[in-house]
Nanobody, 123 residues
Framework: QVWLVESGGGLVQAGNSLRLSCAASGRTFNIHGTGWFRQAPGKEREFVASITWSGGSPYYANSVKGRFTISRDNAKDTVYLQMNNLKPEDTAAYYC????????????????WGQGTQVTVSS
């Protein structure tokens, strides 16, 4: 089993930044891919960014490319999502996910999920 705990969400004004963290514990040696997803009220969960567990091959949704950066701290078993120049349309619950294969963009393909952290961007 793998446990994921997100933190770092909050309320910010448009144009500001937040950094989300996802701390993994348990059988982390089973993880090969991690991703960030988000879900706004009334909408489906959507892919935001992914990275390999070793910290390689970062990949982004077009909507966040150039503004968000995904990274990993190997020593802390933690994945980060640095979000800059936030926009009101970024408002959503953000979820960290992990899987036993290489990263993917399909939410349904992930094996483990965190509880989510809320990000609200005011205009």
């Amino acid at each position: 089993q793998v446990w994921l705990v997100e933190s770092g969400g909050g309320l910010v004004q448009a144009g500001n930044s937040l950094r989300l963290s996802c701390a993994a514990s348990g059988r982390t040696f089973n993880i090969h891919g991690t991703g960030w997803f988000r879900q706004a009220p009334g909408k489906e969960r959507e892919f935001v960014a992914s990275i390999t567990w070793s910290g390689g091959s970062p990949y982004y949704a077009n909507s966040v490319k150039g503004r968000f950066t995904i990274s990993r701290d190997n020593a802390k078993d933690t994945v980060y999502l640095q979000m800059n120049n936030l926009k009101p349309e970024d408002t959503a619950a953000y979820y960290c996910a992990a899987r036993q294969r290489s990263p993917a963009t399909a939410a349904g393909s992930y094996d483990y999920w965190g509880q989510g952290t809320q990000v609200t961007v005011s205009s």
